[in-house]
């Protein structure tokens, strides 16, 4: 009963915590690649739970290639034995940033896989199918491969000249469109100039490389025509890479307003960026369909800045989000408020920085923490300062000042308390505010639409401020009694006074509202 063999799998598995609703960069690149070199190859997405061994069973590969993250890792590593029980014929082999850690103690303490690819897949995948399939080639000469060698695992150096981008064909789209997916990912780059402390990119992929600004375009029109798709995420490092002018930003928004692609988009910005940016480049970018700009600001603390070795400053955050700003484009950061080293007066900085820019209320960016992946820079300083207890757990470190433990432990027991009791997601407030901003630029020109959104938005404009204002006074507060001496009782009583539950209620339900009456108007066009 089983179908024609193909070459390959390649699947993504998702622990229950894991949303789906995204295509899967690494593993469509690694797709596209080895279809172009003749192999057959389907790819699938699997929550932990939902795993379809039958379909797996039909499609019968001969090798599956399965993308690891450090929060899936184990979810992947529980699905590798039991597949290799149900199919012991089967050839496994894993990469992503997950087996970056320790990958020959991986490989030797797993024994249900057979190989890992270190670094980008789509070279040394294709030469893994070449010598295991067509029996063409030497394991011991693929580079980043970890394989078995007389029963113990071996590894080959990485290769130091990645492939060229310019021979890698455009993303494979099967996930967008057997999904329905409403946001098309776009790659225009790899690695990153930036060598921030708290980043895989800059260790790894060491070298920035950028495909043309035309062949960029073309594959937006490409994805636009052929799936629907009109809305974008470019997931480069830093759009305005490699930094030394923006000349590449210029011509890739030119093109885009010279072909009409019509289409929205977002992308990360360093925030220094309003640096060297001209009224002329903020004015492309907007009229190209920039709509939403993600920040690299990471923390508003000078001490924060020098840990995480970021190049700009608390003041270029300020000038940058204004800038965006001013320019009608949205504006969302990448923000780490606790990491080992923090400090009182880091959150203090922390915490009025977000207030100051009306983000007070954006209750993930206030429980945000560093996660300490594999060949990050900092993830070794955490090592070597002996605050790690668990490398393989993302938070698996002590903070300097023990206090600080014992806040984020409070933030974590009433965010799980909101959940539990009320079945409120404090972080749904943000997610709910920014989507209603997304939409009203996205849809700008939808009259009917826009008159939606306009009459039920999440949150009025009263209690946006008044959301904003009582969130600051509840975290410096805590933060005082953090000082004084902690007494539980009293921060419950300070989290009642400021963030009671009446009033966070009739946030969530006008959000709910929201919601509804947006659902609605969409499902009857």
Same mark, same amino acid.
């Given at each position: 009963? $089983?179908?024609?063999?193909?070459?390959?799998?390649?699947?993504?598995?998702?622990?229950?915590?894991?949303?789906?609703?995204?295509?899967?960069?690494?593993?469509?690149?690694?797709?596209?690649?080895?279809?172009?070199?003749? *192999?057959?190859?389907?790819?699938?997405?699997?929550?932990?739970?939902?795993?379809?061994?039958?379909?797996?069973?039909?499609?019968?590969?001969?090798?599956?290639?399965?993308?690891?993250?450090?929060?899936?890792?184990?979810?992947?590593?529980?699905?590798?034995?039991?597949?290799?029980?149900?199919?012991?014929?089967?050839?496994?082999?894993?990469?992503?940033?997950?087996?970056?850690?320790?990958?020959?103690? $991986?490989?030797?303490?797993?024994?249900?896989?057979?190989?890992?690819?270190?670094?980008?897949?789509?070279?040394?995948?294709?030469?893994?199918?070449?010598?295991?399939?067509?029996?063409?080639?030497?394991?011991?000469?693929?580079?980043?491969?970890?394989?078995?060698?007389?029963?113990?695992?071996?590894?080959?150096?990485?290769?130091?000249?990645?492939?060229?981008?310019?021979?890698?064909?455009?993303?494979?789209?099967?996930?967008?469109?057997?999904?329905?997916?409403?946001?098309?990912?776009?790659?225009?780059?790899?690695?990153?100039?930036?060598?921030?402390?708290?980043?895989?990119?800059?260790?790894?992929?060491?070298?920035?490389?950028?495909?043309?600004?035309?062949?960029?375009?073309?594959?937006?029109?490409?994805?636009?025509?052929?799936?629907?798709?009109?809305?974008?995420?470019?997931?480069?490092?830093?759009?305005?890479?490699?930094?030394?002018?923006?000349?590449?930003?210029?011509?890739?928004?030119?093109?885009?307003?010279?072909?009409?692609?019509?289409?929205? !988009?977002?992308?990360?910005?360093?925030?220094?960026?309003?640096?060297?940016?001209? @009224?002329?480049?903020?004015?492309?970018?907007?009229?190209?369909?920039?709509?939403?700009?993600?920040?690299?600001?990471?923390?508003?603390?000078?001490?924060?800045?020098?840990?995480?070795?970021?190049?700009?400053?608390?003041?270029?955050?300020?000038?940058?989000?204004?800038?965006?700003?001013?320019?009608?484009?949205?504006?969302?950061?990448?923000?780490?408020?606790?990491?080992?080293?923090?400090?009182?007066?880091?959150?203090?900085?922390?915490?009025?920085?977000? *207030?100051?820019?009306?983000?007070?209320?954006?209750?993930?960016?206030?429980?945000?923490?560093? @996660?300490?992946?594999?060949?990050?820079?900092?993830?070794?300083?955490?090592?070597?300062?002996?605050?790690?207890?668990?490398?393989?757990?993302?938070?698996?470190?002590?903070?300097?000042?023990?206090?600080?433990?014992?806040?984020?432990?409070?933030?974590?027991?009433?965010?799980?308390?909101?959940?539990?009791?009320?079945?409120?997601?404090?972080?749904?407030?943000?997610?709910? !505010?920014?989507?209603?901003?997304?939409?009203?630029?996205?849809?700008?020109?939808?009259?009917? !639409?826009?008159?939606?959104?306009?009459? !039920?938005?999440?949150?009025?404009?009263?209690?946006?401020?008044?959301?904003?204002?009582?969130?600051?006074?509840?975290?410096?507060?805590?933060?005082?009694?953090?000082?004084?001496?902690?007494?539980?009782?009293?921060?419950?009583?300070?989290?009642?006074?400021?963030?009671?539950?009446?009033?966070?209620?009739?946030?969530?339900?006008?959000?709910?509202?929201?919601?509804?009456?947006?659902?609605?108007?969409?499902?009857?066009?």
């Amino acid at each position: 009963w $089983l179908t024609k063999m193909k070459d390959a799998l390649l699947l993504s598995i998702l622990t229950d915590q894991m949303m789906p609703g995204n295509e899967e960069p690494g593993l469509l690149y690694i797709l596209s690649y080895i279809r172009a070199k003749g *192999y057959t190859a389907e790819i699938r997405v699997y929550k932990q739970s939902a795993i379809n061994f039958e379909e797996i069973q039909r499609i019968n590969p001969a090798v599956i290639g399965i993308t690891t993250y450090t929060m899936n890792l184990d979810a992947v590593l529980t699905f590798s034995s039991l597949l290799k029980e149900k199919m012991p014929q089967m050839t496994l082999c894993l990469g992503g940033n997950g087996v970056e850690g320790d990958p020959v103690k $991986l490989l030797d303490s797993n024994k249900a896989v057979d190989f890992l690819i270190l670094g980008e897949g789509e070279s040394a995948f294709e030469q893994l199918l070449k010598a295991f399939i067509n029996k063409d080639g030497k394991l011991s000469e693929i580079p980043g491969l970890v394989y078995r060698m007389n029963g113990a695992a071996v590894m080959n150096d990485r290769n130091d000249k990645p492939i060229s981008l310019r021979t890698i064909p455009w993303m494979a789209r099967d996930l967008l469109r057997d999904n329905q997916y409403e946001i098309a990912l776009i790659s225009g780059s790899r690695g990153c100039t930036g060598r921030c402390s708290f980043c895989v990119t800059g260790n790894i992929k060491k070298r920035w490389r950028g495909r043309t600004p035309a062949d960029i375009v073309e594959e937006i029109q490409h994805v636009k025509n052929t799936y629907g798709i009109h809305v974008f995420y470019f997931i480069d490092c830093s759009f305005e890479n490699p930094g030394e002018s923006y000349d590449r930003v210029d011509e890739i928004v030119s093109l885009m307003i010279d072909a009409n692609t019509y289409v929205h !988009y977002q992308a990360f910005f360093r925030s220094d960026f309003h640096r060297m940016a001209t @009224s002329e480049i903020m004015s492309k970018l907007k009229r190209s369909g920039l709509y939403c700009t993600i920040l690299g600001v990471e923390s508003a603390n000078k001490d924060g800045l020098k840990l995480y070795n970021k190049s700009a400053s608390v003041l270029d955050h300020q000038r940058c989000i204004d800038l965006f700003r001013a320019n009608d484009i949205c504006v969302e950061l990448g923000f780490i408020m606790f990491q080992p080293y923090t400090t009182i007066e880091c959150l203090r900085d922390n915490i009025r920085f977000l *207030y100051k820019n009306n983000m007070a209320f954006y209750f993930d960016y206030i429980g945000s923490r560093f @996660s300490q992946y594999p060949n990050c820079s900092l993830t070794e300083k955490i090592f070597r300062d002996g605050l790690c207890y668990e490398k393989n757990n993302l938070h698996g470190y002590h903070f300097v000042h023990p206090e600080i433990q014992v806040l984020y432990d409070y933030l974590t027991a009433m965010f799980n308390r909101y959940s539990r009791n009320y079945g409120l997601n404090l972080t749904h407030i943000h997610t709910s !505010y920014i989507s209603y901003e997304y939409k009203k630029r996205i849809h700008a020109d939808d009259y009917n !639409y826009l008159s939606v959104l306009n009459k !039920y938005p999440p949150i009025s404009a009263k209690n946006f401020l008044a959301l904003n204002e009582s969130s600051y006074r509840w975290f410096e507060s805590l933060l005082d009694l953090l000082e004084s001496g902690w007494q539980e009782k009293e921060a419950d009583r300070i989290t009642i006074q400021y963030l009671p539950d009446t009033f966070m209620l009739e946030i969530m339900n006008t959000i709910k509202k929201s919601s509804f009456f947006i659902k609605k108007y969409i499902f009857k066009t």
